[in-house]
């Protein structure tokens, strides 16, 4: 069972919402890479509202995501994309299915 996760919560600057699509679509070939990560999500909640969500079964693997390329590539644009910087959040997974 995975034990960890990560939600980022992600608002796109007005304007900036098809490219924020576009930059999560295009992470994807890089989350695949990653052995340590068991799934990866990559939401839109609203007009302007997007997500991330992760697990992991270890704190390597979620370590391992956090200082990943996809991380660095989020970082390095959110200027550009986001409306505030990207929140974060680690999580303890309670219950699985």
């Known amino acids: 069972m995975d034990r960890f996760g990560i939600l980022a919560i ?18 994807r070939p890089l ?3 990653e052995v340590g990560t068991s799934t990866w999500f990559a939401f ?9 969500f992760d697990t992991f079964a270890d704190e390597d693997g979620r370590d391992a995501h956090l200082t990943g390329e996809v991380a660095k590539a989020l970082f390095a644009n959110a200027e550009e994309l ?3 910087k ?4 680690m999580a303890d997974l309670l219950a699985t299915k």
């Open 10 to 27: 992600l608002e796109a600057k007005p304007g900036k919402e098809q490219k924020v699509a576009s930059f999560l679509k295009s992470a």
């Open 86 to 89: 990207p929140q974060i959040n």
């Open 82 to 84: 986001f409306a505030e």
């Open 31 to 33: 989350v695949l890479q």
């Open 44 to 52: 839109q909640t609203g007009p302007t509202s997007f997500g991330i």
